[in-house]
């Protein structure tokens, strides 16, 4: 079964094609990355998801049926948190569910059992400016999966956090997702951390961005916040190969 799937997509942004023929899917409760080199247009690939760009050609389909972004609507995670500074924890966990039309009262009630899971028990009346990054990202995070869209859009949620910090998220992260099984689809420009999170993982090439490689990631679970085995090695050798030939100017 498919959850998303995107068929032959082309996009331009100002004359200049971005997206060609791109082709991905995604199974319900499966984690898929997509990697590319900069500029490639892997953000491109959620703003058509979001509604917020049309494709020029192609089909994007959920469950089988056309994408509305009215009706289907994902749950988005930027790269920066982006919680309001002037509104406390709580209320910022609960601004997706009100945006949506749920009352203030029934919004907290959904997020509050989810606190300590989040480890943010304790600080839901704290204003973002006071908790660290990784309590922040958390944060984001709980505000992204508590509105139960049937996935998730994650784009590069810990690249802003540092190297040991963003080792801890990850870390954390697998763990959540292994027990709650999110369908999760991550951009990345982080080989390590998307070999340690996923399932499979999608190389696009230079603009305009076609899939190049689609790689399975079959490695036991645990992964993150481990130490790297030969085959966590390999793989990652492998995926850096495929992206090194995508950064050389053509001759």
Partial sequence: MTLLSLQGVAVSLGGEPVLEDVALRVAPGEFVSVLGPSGAGKSTIFRLLTGSLKPDRGA???????????????????????????????????????????????????????????????????????????????????????????????????????????????????????????????????????????????VLSRRPARVIAEVAVPLPRPRSGRPLTAAAHALEAQLLGILLTQTEEPS
């Fill in 60 to 202: 994007i389909m959920v469950s089988g049926a056309p994408l509305d972004p009215a009706s289907h609507g994902f749950a988005f995670m930027p790269q920066q948190d982006a919680l309001m500074p002037w509104r406390r924890i709580l209320d910022n966990l609960t601004l997706g569910l009100e945006v949506q039309g749920m009352s203030r009262k029934a919004a907290r009630a959904r997020v509050t059992p989810h606190l300590s899971e989040f480890g943010l028990n304790g600080f839901e009346q704290h204003y973002p400016a006071q908790l660290s990054g990784g309590m922040r990202q958390r944060a984001a995070l709980l505000r992204t999966v508590v509105q139960n869209r049937p996935m998730q859009l994650l784009d590069e949620p810990f690249g802003a956090l540092d190297a040991l910090t963003r080792m801890q998220m990850q870390a954390w992260f697998e763990t959540r997702w292994r027990v709650a099984r999110w369908t999760t689809l991550l951009i990345t420009h982080d080989v390590r951390e998307a070999v340690a999170l996923s399932d499979r993982i999608y």
